[in-house]
């Protein structure tokens, strides 16, 4: 009995370490295989076709759960609608045609600024004490992405120019940190795989319409053997499996911790450069992942992984 005990504290801690992880880590090949492509596919039809991967590659495991559950979704039809319309039609979306002009450290930078908004729209609108051990944190966290953007030279940051690119990428995490704070009032006994269907069908219908006006505009897909493959990993990793985990984390954890995650894309994005494309680790490096890891550590979310029940 005694020796069973510590195992058990050691897989919830394992489980919920897992959530935490592996969005991040499958959202940041998002990030570069949208940069990637950006000349081959339009923003709007990489968004598209990527959701149409995802429904079809989602559908015959979610397909029962739906049934079983849309009376529940018919209950919530406004929190369905936001949580289609941030989390599946608007954010990707306004991410892509942000990645179009805007420079990867500038993305970088904006996208640690999450966080601080899930945070800061939690103290606003959603009744969630602003403490600042978490704000404390977050600074530590962002701080860390900026060691890694800027090389450790703080020169690098005031010679860096902002756009309208930079603007459609800040509108986008806007959306994501309200999708985050929704997730909260899905009924608990609502299949998170149904409604994950339910949100991307739904959010299809949405961005349906901007498709063709992308295309009405000229806007003409390149399919080549990169692109197919690009939008083949960007409609089953980022969509489907990093989605899903996201929703579970939120469940678990709550908003400010799932979000906390974002911090760890420039820490995969440093990790993948050394071990897939053999470049050399730098000290501005390690000591940006020191400091976002001390960060998440400061925030106390930690502790509260390890309250959680499986």
Known sequence: ?????????????????????????????????????????????????????????????????????????????????????????????????????????????????????????????????????????????FGGVLTIVTRGDLHVLTAMSFGHGDIYILSGLLCWAFYTHWLKYVPAEVSRVGLMSVQMIVGLVFLAPFYGWEVEGGGVANWNMHAFLALAYVGIIPSVMAYLLYNACVDRMGPAPAGMSIYLMPVFGVMLSVFVLGEMLHWYQLLGVALIFFGIFVAGMMPKWRRDKV
């Open 1 to 141: 009995m005694t020796n069973d005990k510590p195992r058990f504290k050691w897989q919830i801690t394992a489980i919920n370490a897992l959530l935490i992880v592996l969005p991040p880590l499958f959202w940041a090949g998002n990030f570069i295989a949208a940069r990637g492509i950006r000349n081959d596919l339009p923003p709007v039809t990489l968004a598209f076709y990527r959701w149409i991967i995802a429904v079809i590659v989602l559908l015959p495991f979610s397909i029962a759960a739906f049934r079983r559950d849309w009376r529940k979704y018919r209950e919530h039809p406004w929190l369905i609608l936001g949580l289609s319309i941030t989390g599946i039609t608007a954010f990707n979306t306004l991410i892509y045609v942000g990645l179009q002009t805007t420079a990867a450290a500038n993305g970088l930078i904006i996208n640690a600024c999450l966080p601080l908004m899930i945070l800061l729209l939690g103290a606003l609108f959603y009744g969630q004490p602003l403490r600042l051990r978490q704000s404390l944190g977050m600074l530590l966290s």
